[in-house]
């Protein structure tokens, strides 16, 4: 198998690499009887019947200079191109807004240092140089970046504030899907209850690890699934009250330090609409 470095890489975030039928970790040394197991990338990470997104979407500049633009991403659009995806997607529409994107990172991914889901809105940043990249990227591998999400889960979360520390794979069941599995990578999740509603709680999270669905299938594992969040297991009848299309999860607030001035950054992104209803009818105990 011919591969680049940076192709690899992207296989073992994405849980792609097995060793003796275990996910890979970046560090492992491969031995002479190992049995090495290469998944492809999953065609997306867009769920079936997922909402419908406009084309002609505008992506929201939240901050941009010479080495990295700041989007608030909304829902509905992929952070790239991929088999099985055929909607919008963040790099293909910042380029026709004539931003220009590093040309680091596998092909279809230049510039990506980071992914949302595409069901999930908000704080995204993507790098425009190289060395925004490599730097952009060791910070995200090293966990030093800050990551604030906001979720609206069914029911109450006992205890109201905690951590959810559970290892994540692939559902053995769904190519699209994952799940809390032995001998998945440790994954760590923050949270706290901010407010609570007739049917659900609002919750602030913060990431400590960066896996694929980490939030939405941690939250499903505990029985505390995001409102709206049919693939892992929403009430879809309180959805449909609320009028929601897709998980009710918004990735607030970013913090990082800047590539080129060592600056420390931070952004906010507003909930977008679609959010806002939702919460404003469950806060008027309307369903």
Request: charged content about 25%; proline content about 5%; aromatic content about 6%.
């Amino acid at each position: 198998m011919k591969i680049s470095r940076t192709s690899a890489s992207e296989l073992i975030d994405a849980n792609c690499v097995h060793v003796n039928s275990r996910e890979a970790a970046r560090s492992y040394r491969v031995s002479f009887a190992d049995k090495i197991k290469v998944s492809e990338l999953p065609a997306s990470d867009a769920e079936p019947e997922l909402l419908a997104a406009d084309y002609e979407i505008e992506i929201p500049i939240l901050y941009e200079d010479q080495d990295l633009v700041v989007i608030n991403k909304p829902a509905g659009v992929a952070a790239h191109s991929s088999v099985g995806w055929s909607g919008p997607n963040v790099i293909s529409r910042l380029t026709q807004q004539g931003q220009r994107i590093s040309t680091s990172g596998a092909a279809e991914r230049q510039g990506i240092v980071q992914r949302l889901d595409v069901g999930t809105s908000g704080v995204m940043i993507i790098a425009k140089s190289e060395i925004a990249y490599s730097h952009l990227k060791q910070q995200f591998r090293d966990r030093t970046v800050k990551k604030i999400y906001l979720a609206i889960v069914q029911g109450y979360p006992d205890p109201a504030n905690g951590t959810i520390d559970a290892p994540i794979g692939r559902h053995p069941g769904a190519d699209y899907r994952f799940a809390v599995v032995a001998g998945g990578r440790p994954s760590i999740t923050h949270y706290d209850t901010l407010e609570m509603y007739r049917y659900a709680s609002l919750l602030r999270i913060e990431l400590e690890t960066g896996r694929t669905h980490q939030i939405r299938v941690h939250l499903a594992a505990v029985r505390h699934p995001c409102v709206g969040d049919l693939t892992y297991g929403a009430d879809p009848t309180l959805a449909d009250k609320l009028n929601l299309k897709r998980q009710w999860l918004h990735a607030a607030e970013l913090g990082f330090i800047h590539p080129s001035s060592g600056e420390k950054m931070y952004f906010k992104a507003e909930l977008p609409q679609d959010l806002v209803h939702a919460q404003e009818l469950l806060s008027d105990v309307l369903v």
